[in-house]
């Protein structure tokens, strides 16, 4: 088993920071991202405020970090760390695929997405997605529909319907309002739904949900889950704030030796692409 200086948890804007902080002080350290890297970054359409790039979208802004941490010969992982056990020499982080360890970690995987809780993982990459932003050119023309939670999937319908056919977002509140002021012809809202099961076989084919209590199905090749996102920090053994954000000092430190925070994952004012390189920065030169 490969044991390796610091372990990076999530590849967005935080963890590349950290990443290439950490790597130009010659440790041996890698990213263990679990979709792809840029993270919540990727699903930003205009980035207006962050420093040297009045104006910038984030797909473009991510494969900028990417590339610069790609030049450095950074290592990245895909896998979903599942369990970790932070003890005060080795930490061990167990993940879907692998187990790995490290001398130090930099724990940067932001917010989640949360999930609808039924069997869509099992289409992920096959037809279900949770960004819109990244995803949308792979249904061109085709029809898709969104999870929503009380309107929480009205943005990414917006983003989809420039390139799908069509769009419906199945959301479990009272959208009778906003669907009458809804004056996109591509866009259907459909309340007081509850999705029961991703159709498919090596892709996606449909879903079938609930609609007052009323089994129904629906016809599409993208299901896209825009629930929201949380702090999912409950494989940490770390103090939290009420929340569930991890607590640090000004250095990233959290209650454990050895083991750092970054971005929004931790407990803090503002949450920003700005200030994420930022706590990066510091834990990449302190591990």
């Known amino acids: 088993m490969k044991t390796y200086d610091c372990l990076i948890i999530g590849g967005g804007v935080g963890g590349m920071s950290a990443a290439i902080y950490a790597k130009r002080r010659n440790k041996n350290i890698a990213i263990i991202e679990k979709f792809s890297l840029g993270g919540e970054v990727l699903e930003l359409q205009r980035i207006n405020n962050f420093p040297s790039q009045a104006d910038i979208d984030g797909i473009t802004l991510s494969q900028l970090f990417s590339k610069q941490i790609d030049a450095l010969g950074v290592e990245v992982i895909y896998d979903e760390i599942t369990s970790t056990k932070l003890s005060e020499f080795d930490k061990i982080l167990v993940g879907k ?7 130090s970690v ?6 989640t997405y949360i999930e609808a809780g039924v069997n869509e993982n099992d289409f992920l990459g096959k037809g279900v997605s949770y960004c819109a932003v990244c995803d949308a050119n792979f249904y061109k023309n085709k029809p898709v529909c969104v999870i929503s939670k009380d309107g929480s999937g009205l943005k990414a319908a917006k983003v989809l319907a420039e390139v799908c056919s069509e769009v419906t977002i199945l959301d479990e509140g009272d959208m009778e309002l906003i669907s009458k002021a809804n004056t996109n012809k591509k866009i259907k809202i459909i309340s ?12 996606v084919r449909g879903v079938e949900y609930t609609q007052s209590g009323k089994m129904k199905t629906l016809e599409c090749d993208g299901v896209f889950i825009s629930l929201g996102r949380k702090a999912k920090t409950d494989i940490y053994d770390l103090k939290k704030d009420e929340q ?3 607590i640090t000092d000004e250095n990233m430190r959290t209650s454990r030796y050895g083991v750092f925070a ?20 510091i834990a990449g030169q302190l591990c």
């Open 262 to 281: 970054v971005g929004d994952i931790r407990k803090k004012n503002l949450r920003q692409i700005v200030t994420a390189c930022s706590d990066g920065a």
């Open 106 to 111: 930099i724990i940067a995987c932001g917010m």
């Open 97 to 103: 695929k692998d187990t790995y360890v490290a001398k």
């Open 244 to 246: 569930g954000f991890i």
């Open 192 to 203: 007081d739904t509850k999705l029961v099961k991703v159709i498919g076989d090596e892709n």
